[in-house]
């Protein structure tokens, strides 16, 4: 099976949806190496960011260097080329794909909270993202807020969407509380 992941954050000092895309992709190159997978990125800069270099992992960088035109243009030419048979939208999903996808969809406030955004980014997102919502197969939401949200504003149906929490990273891990707690004193001097 040939899989497609489009990714749009890592490499950008994006916090939460850059860990997201990073780890997933990491993760299925540690756990997985039989599927094909291609990586669509927008620059070479997610490819250096991610370090992969295993012979089932194939990164293709998006052009020209202007993220409307090649989500619009050559994103869809690269899908089709690479022969994928399922797409994963990890944060914005195409305007167009010639094959089907999955979609994440990581919070509605764009359309719950518009003041948070220039309206020039919040037109184009929130067109990006109900057009997604509209024609991804499966929209994976991060949290049942998130789907319950969904449904609400959107009239979603339920089996066209799931609940996949993100993961918790190696560095969250108990610690002996003695030690936490006299860290904690001394830095705070008390």
């Not at 899989?3 to 749009?8: E, N, Q, T, W």
Request: aromatic share 10%.
């Amino acid at each position: 099976m040939r899989v497609g992941i489009f990714l749009v954050m890592v490499g950008r000092a994006a916090a939460g949806p850059e860990t997201y895309e990073h780890r997933l992709v990491r993760a299925l190159a540690a756990v997985d190496h039989e599927t094909e997978y291609h990586i669509f990125c927008l620059d070479d800069v997610a490819v250096r960011a991610l370090g992969i270099d295993q012979p089932n992992f194939i990164f293709h960088v998006l052009w020209p260097n202007n993220r409307w035109v090649s989500m619009s243009v050559s994103l869809p030419l690269a899908i089709r080329r690479s022969g994928v048979d399922l797409l994963h939208a990890t944060f914005t999903p195409p305007p167009f794909s010639p094959v089907d996808y999955v979609f994440t969809m990581h919070g509605a406030v764009t359309f719950t909270h518009p003041h948070f955004y220039p309206p020039m980014v919040l037109t184009r997102l929130n067109a990006l993202l109900r057009r997604g919502l509209d024609k991804s197969q499966l929209t994976v939401c991060v949290s049942d807020f998130v789907r319950q949200e969904l449904a609400e504003l959107f009239h979603i149906p339920a089996e066209r969407m799931v609940t996949v929490h993100h993961g918790v990273g190696d560095e969250f891990r108990p610690v002996d509380p003695g030690d936490e707690i006299e860290a904690v004193r001394r830095r705070h001097g008390l």
